[in-house]
């Protein structure tokens, strides 16, 4: 019997476990830099109407903030969990906002179809680079922040994030 293959299972394990390693220290979410946070209450960017929408019109509530594509699987399948959250906390004081990493045209068709009930605001390529100094830096999709109602970033979620594990930070957050 030649032993070689089976010495090399070992070997081939513990470089997959490295690898596991170092990609999630290296694309975990992380805490953006207290600048960013403060700066982005300045920011604008457009509906699905094409009208700007500040971001500090959400100043002093909390706010669930959703990176977000058409054309992403995960995406599609959080957001009638976020809509149905939204609805549960709205009266205290919870605003959900989604940022499309995408164009207007399909943003638009996408919420024919899968109409939701908070905003939704168009981010294309800024929006890419405000994920990414919020500490999202992969750039994967979706990425989901929570801010309090001082805005401070409590929560940071790269990935589909379960209705649960949000409820849980929102009844923390939303008294």
Same mark, same amino acid.
Request: glycine share 8%; aromatic share 10%.
């Given at each position: 019997m030649n032993r070689k293959p089976l010495f090399?299972?070992?070997?081939?394990?513990a470089a997959l476990a490295a690898g596991m390693w170092l990609?999630?220290?290296?694309?975990?979410?992380?805490?953006?830099?207290?600048?960013?946070?403060?700066?982005?209450?300045?920011?604008?960017?457009?509906?699905?109407?094409g009208q700007p929408q500040a971001m500090n019109q959400w100043r002093g509530r909390v706010v669930v903030l959703n990176f977000w594509a058409s054309w992403c699987a995960p995406c599609r399948e959080e957001m009638p969990d976020?809509? @149905?959250l939204r609805d549960e906390y709205r009266a205290k004081g919870v605003?959900?906002?989604? !940022?499309?990493?995408?164009?207007?045209?399909r943003v638009a068709s996408f919420l024919k179809?899968?109409?939701? @009930?908070?905003? !939704?605001? !168009?981010g294309e390529g800024a929006a890419t680079n405000l994920a990414?100094?919020?500490g999202n830096p992969s750039g994967a999709l979706p990425y989901? !922040?929570?801010?309090?109602?001082?805005?401070?970033?409590?929560?940071?979620?790269?990935?589909?994030l379960h209705r649960g594990a949000l409820d849980?930070?929102?009844?923390?957050?939303?008294t």
């Amino acid at each position: 019997m030649n032993r070689k293959p089976l010495f090399l299972i070992p070997l081939a394990v513990a470089a997959l476990a490295a690898g596991m390693w170092l990609a999630q220290a290296r694309y975990a979410p992380q805490p953006p830099a207290a600048p960013v946070a403060a700066e982005f209450w300045s920011l604008r960017f457009p509906d699905v109407t094409g009208q700007p929408q500040a971001m500090n019109q959400w100043r002093g509530r909390v706010v669930v903030l959703n990176f977000w594509a058409s054309w992403c699987a995960p995406c599609r399948e959080e957001m009638p969990d976020f809509a @149905s959250l939204r609805d549960e906390y709205r009266a205290k004081g919870v605003e959900f906002v989604g !940022i499309a990493i995408d164009s207007p045209g399909r943003v638009a068709s996408f919420l024919k179809d899968y109409p939701v @009930s908070y905003p !939704i605001l !168009i981010g294309e390529g800024a929006a890419t680079n405000l994920a990414e100094r919020l500490g999202n830096p992969s750039g994967a999709l979706p990425y989901t !922040i929570v801010l309090d109602r001082d805005g401070r970033v409590v929560m940071r979620h790269l990935g589909r994030l379960h209705r649960g594990a949000l409820d849980a930070v929102l009844r923390k957050f939303a008294t």
